[in-house]
């Protein structure tokens, strides 16, 4: 079955700090992968996704076929970066399948 | 563009009813999709519904079921409510389909409690 591991439920870093939030899919094709975030008491939102190639408020997520990953990084995080973010790769079916999320907390 | 709404923002219902939740998608998207995200966890895919009709469905017993009307908007009708279908539903809408390209947007969602 495909799955998603986002492996740390809780990250807490300091403004300024670099960030990685760890992704691992499990797939056997080549999966269109996304990261959505979600701000306090804001609905869900794309923050990227790996076909554009895009990097949003500073993230970018390099997608590694040889380790099924798809970490999301930043280099120097800031305070409104605090939210609840989640890897979803894309089934053959465009069906979003999404981990359990990872909540950033980013220290003053 | 208010975007994707959704209702009731919150509810409590008893064990054994059954509820209906409401979403109107955002203006000019024609497919809809239903997910539950429990406490704690991602959400997870119930069903899409495209064209009127139910596309697709993840891994969720016949007691959830759901509606698409021509205006696009949706409902989805959970019967013999349990307690662990206690939960925020979200209500996700794009164009044409979900594909990798669309973009998918989400409503804030309608938190159910079961009592």
């Known amino acids: 079955a495909q799955r998603v591991t986002q492996p740390e439920k809780l990250l807490s870093v300091f403004k300024g700090a670099p960030v990685e939030l760890k992704c691992n899919y499990s797939?056997?094709?080549?999966?269109?992968l996304f990261w959505y975030v979600q701000y306090s008491r804001q609905r869900l939102q794309l923050l990227l996704r790996?076909?554009?190639?895009?990097s949003i408020k500073g993230f970018t997520a390099d997608l590694n076929k040889g380790e099924t990953s798809f970490h999301l990084k930043k280099p120097f995080a800031q305070e409104e970066d605090s939210a609840m973010y989640y890897c979803?790769?894309?089934?053959?079916?465009?069906?979003?399948?999404w981990g359990a999320g990872t909540k950033l907390i980013i220290k003053p | 563009d208010a975007g994707v709404t959704q209702s009731p923002t919150h509810l409590i219902k008893t064990r054994g009813q059954q509820v209906t939740l409401r979403c109107s998608p955002k203006?000019?998207?024609?497919?809809v999709s239903w997910y539950q995200q429990a406490l704690g966890q991602g959400p997870q895919f119930i069903f899409q519904?495209?064209?009127?009709?139910?596309?697709q469905r993840g891994n969720f017993p016949d007691r959830f079921s759901g509606h698409q009307f021509p205006n696009y908007s949706s409902e989805l009708n959970v019967n013999a409510l349990l307690l662990g279908d206690s939960a925020l539903y979200l209500c996700?809408?794009?164009?044409?389909?979900?594909?990798?390209?669309?973009?998918?947007?989400f409503g804030e969602g309608s938190w159910l409690t079961v009592v």
């Open positions: 979803a790769p894309m089934d053959s079916n465009y069906q979003l399948i």
């Open positions: 797939y056997s094709g080549s999966p269109e």
């Open positions: 790996h076909i554009s190639r895009e």
């Open positions: 203006s000019g998207h024609d497919t």
């Open positions: 519904y495209y064209e009127e009709e139910e596309r």
């Open positions: 996700a809408s794009s164009l044409q389909q979900h594909s990798a390209g669309n973009t998918i947007y």
